[in-house]
Each structure stands twice: as structure tokens, then as C-alpha cells.
Nanobody
Framework: VQLQAFGGGLAQPGGSLRLSCAGS???????IGWFRQALGKEREGVSC????????YYADSVKGRFTVSRDNNKNTVYLEMNSLKPEDTAVYYC?????????????????WGQGTQVTVSS
């Protein structure tokens, strides 16, 4: 499975961005997680969606503001980010997990895409 994350950029506080994670090679067999890493901080789990899209998970810091979805026909997973805050600034990564339990644990993920930078600033 190969993954590519894109859609990052500069947004103002309160603004929105939509990230996409495009995959190939049986992507629909995997849960897809979104992680982010801010400068000088550890990488953290942001959200995860099960292979069917029936289950979604969010970090408390983004719950109610971010929405994860997927279109398996297009081999793409989306992360809609609304009400962005400066603390959302980070490099965002998508990754593929053959399971769903322990979605925040990076060890569970077998494949990673390159990151896309999200900067929230006025």
C-alpha cells in the first residue's frame, strides 16, 4: 500500500482545510489514521477511520472540529478540518493499519505517507 497525503497549506484561525490521503494497493482493507507532529513535539494521533468507514475515532483536541471520511471507490481518505486553531499547526501524516484497536499507537501502522504541512496563523 502506498499513501500520499496532500491538501495542507496556510489557514487563518477559525478557517478550514481539507486533507486527502490517496492510496493504492488494497487501501480499502486498512483502517487509515491521521497523525500530526508539531515542531519540537512528538507525533500524535488525530483521527482514524475503519476500513469500511463505519467507525471513526478522534483525539479530544479535535473532536467536534475535524471529520474523517473515506471513499473506497476513489481509494481516498479525507480529513475535514474546521475551526482551525494555531495549535493545529503541524505536519500531518496518514497511515494504514490492518486493524483498528489501539488506533493511536503508531506501531500498529504498517504504511505511512509523506507529510503535508498545515499552518494556522493570522
Amino acid at each position: 500500500v502506498q499513501l500520499q497525503a496532500f491538501g495542507g497549506g496556510l489557514a487563518q484561525p477559525g478557517g478550514s482545510l481539507r486533507l486527502s490521503c490517496a492510496g493504492s494497493g488494497f487501501m480499502d482493507y486498512f483502517s487509515i489514521g491521521w497523525f500530526r507532529q508539531a515542531l519540537g513535539k512528538e507525533r500524535e494521533g488525530v483521527s482514524c477511520i475503519s476500513s469500511s468507514g463505519g467507525k471513526t475515532y478522534y483525539a479530544d483536541s479535535v473532536k467536534g472540529r475535524f471529520t474523517v471520511s473515506r471513499d473506497n471507490n476513489k481509494n481516498t481518505v479525507y480529513l475535514e478540518m474546521n475551526s482551525l486553531k494555531p495549535e493545529d499547526t503541524a505536519v500531518y501524516y496518514c497511515a494504514a493499519n490492518p486493524g483498528i484497536t489501539g488506533w493511536r499507537n503508531m506501531i500498529k501502522y504498517d504504511y505511512w505517507g509523506q507529510g503535508t504541512q498545515v499552518t494556522v496563523s493570522s
